[in-house]
């Protein structure tokens, strides 16, 4: 499968698209011909192929004028067309690298009509500099592209992902479904994957994060199912049973860190030389990396010691404490309110520790716990009255990714 490779279908048009594939290939009757008109090229909502067209890049320093001084527009012209455009948009804002085009009549004395300028890869202004000196935003249409990969873990769902053509991206939005149920920093060669994704495209491209419709994820033998469904409270994600994957608790501190050492009552300690508890969990990632409150609390330590070096302690609730060590630098202070995700610091190696890592440490009733053997319970389950449409929505899902698989096959 290459990059390239994208579906652009409509989610209705899709089921009629496989049917049309699988046709025997006869074309139908036209019933009723008509003159077809000749075709205008439109572009920013213009009649493109009626103007004389210059286009480049800005460069460094150059502002509107340096574009428009070359086509006879007087400083006055344009400080008045600055002035009738603040609304939609203020013109020191352009930005070196971005594209402009500058559309003319096609008369013996070319007349300038027109000039756009493209802010980022969705939204465009049209300038005009008729009499009627002014300004409108535009905004390119946006396809949505449906994809489904499939695949077995054999580095990390990162690298494969990689490996496979498909963008990090993806990998950060799978992350993001199973936050609360998989521990990405943790699978196992032979894991399998399989999402299906919705994305949107502009001018060829894809932009925006990539949006899991359903996926299913095998880690050491057991299925991970997720539908993605809004039941009146916004986009979430659903095992078959309705069940939400949102739990209290995020597995992990950090996206995409590794574990290096797990919770240990007997464990040798690398810097002291003997054998010490290690009562916490600690994944090691690059200086730096943010480090994410696993839930929602009050920030209740946020200090430097010897051993533990930065670190910050929350209380999730009356049951529940976690607490994260060795941190570079903290973001939170004592009594902070912090929502499930939020970054409280980065990756550091203050305090007793042989390298950048997170000792995460995780409290019940106030004593110190593996938190990868406790369970927790899920958030928001479906409601009983939109179960039926629930199940429907989880069968066109899977009849939608088959037919996308097919077709990417073909
Ligand atoms: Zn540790």
């Given at each position: 499968?290459?990059?390239?490779?994208?579906?652009?279908?409509?989610?209705?048009?899709?089921i009629?698209?496989?049917?049309?594939?699988?046709?025997?290939?006869?074309?139908?009757?036209?019933?009723?011909?008509?003159?077809?008109?000749?075709?205008?090229?439109?572009?920013?909502?213009?009649?493109?192929?009626?103007?004389?067209?210059?286009?480049?890049?800005?460069?460094?320093?150059?502002?509107?004028?340096?574009?428009?001084?070359?086509?006879?527009?007087?400083?006055?012209?344009?400080?008045?067309?600055?002035?009738?455009?603040?609304?939609?948009?203020?013109?020191?804002?352009?930005?070196?690298?971005?594209?402009?085009?500058?559309?003319?009549?096609?008369?013996s004395?070319?007349?300038?009509?027109?000039?756009?300028?493209?802010?980022?890869?969705?939204?465009?202004?049209?300038?005009?500099?008729?009499?009627?000196?002014?300004?409108?935003?535009?905004?390119?249409?946006?396809?949505?592209?449906?994809?489904?990969?499939?695949?077995?873990?054999?580095?990390?769902?990162?690298?494969?992902?990689?490996?496979?053509?498909?963008?990090h991206?993806?990998?950060?939005?799978?992350?993001?479904?199973?936050?609360?149920?998989?521990?990405?920093?943790?699978?196992?060669?032979?894991?399998?994957?399989?999402?299906?994704?919705?994305?949107?495209?502009?001018?060829?491209?894809?932009?925006?994060?990539?949006?899991?419709?359903?996926?299913?994820?095998?880690?050491?033998?057991?299925?991970?199912?997720?539908?993605?469904?809004?039941?009146?409270?916004?986009?979430d994600?659903?095992?078959?049973?309705?069940?939400?994957?949102?739990k209290?608790?995020?597995?992990?501190?950090?996206?995409?860190?590794?574990?290096?050492?797990?919770?240990?009552?007997?464990?040798?300690?690398?810097?002291?030389?003997?054998?010490?508890?290690?009562?916490?969990?600690?994944?090691?990632?690059?200086?730096?990396?943010?480090?994410?409150?696993?839930?929602?609390?009050?920030?209740?330590?946020?200090?430097?010691?010897?051993?533990?070096?930065?670190?910050?302690?929350?209380?999730?609730?009356?049951?529940?404490?976690?607490?994260?060590?060795?941190?570079?630098?903290?973001?939170?202070?004592?009594?902070?309110?912090?929502?499930?995700?939020?970054?409280?610091?980065?990756?550091?190696?203050t305090?007793?520790?042989?390298?950048?890592?997170?000792?995460?440490?995780?409290w019940?009733?106030?004593?110190?716990?593996?938190?990868?053997?406790?369970?927790?319970?899920?958030?928001?389950?479906?409601?009983?009255?939109?179960?039926?449409?629930?199940?429907?929505?989880?069968?066109?899902?899977?009849?939608?990714a088959?037919?996308?698989?097919?077709?990417?096959?073909?």
């Open positions: 499968m290459n990059k390239q490779g994208f579906l652009v279908v409509t989610g209705l048009a899709l009629l698209a496989v049917t049309q594939q699988c046709g025997s290939g006869s074309s139908n009757p036209k019933i009723f011909t008509s003159e077809p008109e000749p075709k205008q090229l439109m572009r920013f909502g213009l009649i493109w192929d009626s103007l004389n067209v210059d286009s480049g890049v800005v460069k460094s320093g150059q502002t509107l004028s340096h574009l428009l001084d070359p086509y006879g527009i007087s400083p006055g012209q344009i400080a008045k067309l600055a002035a009738n455009s603040t609304k939609v948009y203020r013109v020191t804002s352009m930005r070196q690298g971005k594209q402009w085009w500058l559309g003319s009549s096609r008369d004395v070319p007349v300038p009509l027109w000039i756009i300028y493209e802010r980022n890869n969705t939204d465009y202004i049209v300038f005009s500099l008729k009499d009627t000196l002014g300004a409108r935003l535009g905004t390119y249409p946006v396809d949505t592209v449906y994809r489904r990969v499939k695949g077995v873990i054999e580095n990390s769902l990162y690298l494969d992902l990689e490996n496979m053509g498909e963008s991206l993806l990998a950060l939005s799978m992350s993001q479904v199973y936050d609360w149920t998989i521990d990405f920093s943790h699978v196992r060669k032979g894991d399998t994957f399989d999402a299906y994704y919705m994305q949107q495209k502009v001018n060829g491209e894809l932009v925006g994060m990539p949006e899991i419709l359903s996926s299913n994820f095998t880690h050491i033998g057991n299925e991970f199912k997720a539908y993605r469904f809004d039941q009146g409270a916004g986009v994600w659903f095992d078959p049973t309705g069940a939400s994957l949102r209290a608790f995020l597995k992990t501190p950090i996206e995409f860190g590794r574990m290096s050492s797990g919770f240990n009552k007997k464990r040798f300690h690398p810097v002291l030389k003997k054998v010490k508890a290690h009562l916490g969990t600690d994944y090691a990632a690059p200086t730096g990396t943010p480090i994410r409150a696993v839930g929602a609390g009050v920030v209740t330590k946020s200090e430097y010691k010897r051993n533990n070096g930065n670190y910050v302690k929350i209380r999730h609730n009356s049951t529940y404490e976690t607490q994260y060590l060795h941190m570079s630098k903290r973001l939170v202070k004592v009594g902070d309110v912090v929502k499930q995700g939020d970054v409280i610091g980065k990756v550091g190696s305090g007793l520790a042989t390298g950048p890592h997170v000792c995460f440490r995780f019940k009733h106030g004593e110190q716990v593996d938190h990868r053997r406790e369970s927790f319970p899920p958030d928001t389950p479906i409601r009983d009255e939109m179960m039926d449409e629930f199940a429907v929505e989880v069968v066109r899902l899977e009849l939608e088959d037919s996308v698989f097919r077709l990417q096959g073909l």
